[in-house]
Every structure is written in C-alpha cells, then in structure tokens.
C-alpha cells in the first residue's frame, strides 16, 4: 500500500536530523575560543615568551621592549604588578622544585633567579650575549638556556652555577628536551639545521638538514607521535621530522612570522602562533589546517598550558589598542 507523501517527507526530516546532528554539533564548536583580554597597563614595545605557575595560577610575561617581566593573576583575570630592570627579557621559566622564575636577558647576556613568592633575588649568571630561550629539566635538576653565537648553557636551578655548555653551529633559537631519552633538538636557522645534542655527553649528535626552508624558530615535540615539529618563516611552513631519524614527514603552509608552537596532546592538535595576527589550528597527525583565529598584528609569542588548558598569546601595544594577554580556552 503506498504511504501518504506527508509521512514519508516527515521520515525523511527525522533521519537527516539524526545524521547530522553529531556532525553539526562539532562543527559549531570553536577550536579556540577567546575568553579574556587580561590588559597590561604601560605595556610598551615588543613581548617575548611567558611562562606559567599552576599552583598560584599566575603567568609571567617576558616584555622585551618594556625592560620588564609582567606577571598576570590568571584566575581573577587580571594584572598584578610589573616587575623592572631587566635589559631586554627574552626566555623565562617556572620550574616548581625550586619554586623559581628564570629570566634571560638579550642586553647583558644574563639569567636571572628569583623567588616565586614575591619575585625577590635568588641568583644570577653571566652567560654571554644575547641569552635566549630558557628550559627547565626537573628530573634531572638542570636549567638550559641558548646564548650567544652558538651554544646552550647549563646551569644548577638553585644556584646556577655554571655546569657545562654545549657548543652549536650558529645561535640557538627554539629548543625542547626529549621526555624519553637524553636528547635535546635545537633549531639553528644561522645553520640551516635541527641540532640533536646530548644533555649529559654534552656534546651535538647529529644534524637534520631543513632543505630549501629557512628561517626555524620556534619547535615543539609530540612525544605520543614520535615526531619534532619545526615552523619556518621563508618560506612560511610548519614541518614534522621523524624523531628517529630527522626524516621528514611532511610539510605544508603555515601562518606567517610564528615565533611559538606548541602541541595539544589531549585533543591531538597543533597551535602555532604567528605575528601576522593568528593563530593556526592543525591536525597533530596530518597538519592539515583546522581553523585560523585572528588575535592581533605583531602577537607572534605564546604559551599552551595543559595545566590550564588555556592558551595565552601575548599582544603588544598597538596605535589603536594597549597591550594584553589574550586567553584562549580550548574546544572539544
């Protein structure tokens, strides 16, 4: 017996509303959502890399052109107090075994460690010029810190006293320690390579060559993947090398002027932070391109808690807006 055509359209309406349901729900949910735009009063010039306190929930920002760290209250959402007298802060860190920042200055070739507390005075070391990038081994109780025309610096956490130096074939830009083996990648763009050094031999164990890109900065490693993710500005590109052997996996376009990267192992995604004003949102697995967020023009630096599960992107002062602290909360 043939069906009255009212009830065979009203059918097919409720099973195309249970198709696609599902996938209309998770197309609507945004893979970063901006939930506060902390400001950061006087901010002036350039801002460098930010570094996080879970247990006081409290971020500190590295403002390069301000000469000073800005240290941020993120669970009330605003800012706290200024800390002055740095020459130019580049890399900062927290590590919570000593519950110390360290701060590397570019202007006098310094590291710097301060009490957490109230930021008083801990210890301090003359590295050489411009002193970068800084990383913190709890495990084995080591701080590292790129310096200079080519080499990285270790250093004891809790009197950096000076340990030893690995030497590099240019400066060191962007640089992450292995969680499994002793193995620390180095990206050296004066070099065109990815160095692969060995914290305790202290010595370069390889080199990855990075073809016709230049210009590597920031690198972050996905542990779970087995895989060291590298972005270049020139051309713009992010790369991911077989952690094994510094084969590369793949290779596509990417967002301009990134200066940070960071990997979101929960929800198997890449973040990539770039000066051009956005924030590129990648499959970890195939860095195909999930989403583009805009933030602002020059915001290239950033920092990607899992302790937060937040994402902080540092904006400097514009002509049309002051500088702040964007804080981007994650979607599932």
Same mark, same amino acid.
Do not use: W
């Given at each position: 017996m043939r069906r009255p055509r009212r009830t065979i359209v009203a059918a097919v309406v409720i099973v195309a509303f249970i198709v696609a349901s599902p996938r209309s729900a998770q197309?609507? =949910? &945004?893979?970063? *959502?901006? +939930? =506060?735009?902390?400001?950061?009063?006087?901010?002036? /010039?350039?801002?460098? #890399?930010? &570094?996080?306190?879970?247990?006081?929930?409290r971020l500190y $920002?590295?403002?390069?052109?301000? !000469?000073?760290?800005?240290? $941020? !209250? $993120?669970?009330?959402?605003?800012?706290?107090r200024r800390v002055p007298g740095f020459a130019e802060p580049q890399g900062i860190a927290y590590?919570?075994? *000593?519950?110390? +920042?360290?701060?590397?200055?570019?202007?006098?070739?310094?590291?710097?460690a301060f009490h957490a507390a109230d930021m008083s005075k801990m210890a301090s070391a003359k590295l050489?010029? !411009?002193? !970068?990038? +800084?990383?913190?081994?709890?495990?084995?109780?080591?701080?590292?810190?790129?310096? /200079?025309?080519? /080499?990285? =610096?270790?250093?004891?956490?809790g009197t950096l006293e000076r340990l030893g130096d690995i030497p590099l074939r240019g400066h060191p830009e962007g640089f992450q320690l292995s969680a499994t083996d002793e193995r620390i990648f180095v990206n050296v763009p004066d070099a065109r390579e990815i160095a692969v050094i060995g914290r305790f031999r202290e010595k370069q164990l390889s080199s990855w060559p990075v073809t016709e890109m230049r210009g590597n900065?920031?690198?972050?490693?996905?542990?779970?993947g087995g895989q060291v993710i590298s972005v270049f500005r020139s051309p713009? #590109?992010? =790369?991911?090398?077989?952690?094994?052997?510094?084969?590369?996996?793949?290779? +596509?376009?990417?967002?301009?002027?990134?200066?940070?990267?960071?990997?979101?192992a929960r929800r198997l995604r890449v973040y990539v932070v770039c000066g051009e004003g956005v924030v590129d949102v990648l499959n970890k697995t195939t860095l195909e391109r999930i989403a583009r967020i805009q933030t602002a023009s020059g915001a290239r630096t950033g920092l990607f808690s899992p302790d937060a599960d937040l994402l902080f992107i540092a904006a400097r002062a514009t002509p049309d807006s002051g500088a702040a602290v964007w804080v981007l909360k994650p979607g599932d």
């Open positions: 197309s609507d =949910a &945004a893979p970063l *959502t901006v +939930v =506060a735009k902390i400001p950061l009063p006087d901010g002036k /010039g350039r801002i460098d #890399h930010l &570094a996080y306190d879970a247990g006081r929930r $920002v590295a403002e390069l052109g301000n !000469d000073s760290v800005a240290i $941020v !209250d $993120v669970a009330r959402q605003r800012f706290e590590l919570a075994a *000593t519950d110390a +920042v360290y701060v590397s200055t570019a202007g006098d070739g310094f590291l710097r050489g010029e !411009d002193a !970068d990038n +800084v990383r913190v081994d709890a495990t084995a109780a080591r701080v590292y810190v790129g310096f /200079g025309g080519g /080499g990285i =610096a270790i250093l004891d956490p900065f920031p690198m972050a490693i996905d542990e779970a713009a #590109h992010i =790369a991911s090398f077989q952690a094994s052997t510094g084969k590369i996996v793949r290779a +596509v376009e990417a967002c301009g002027d990134a200066d940070d990267v960071f990997v979101d």
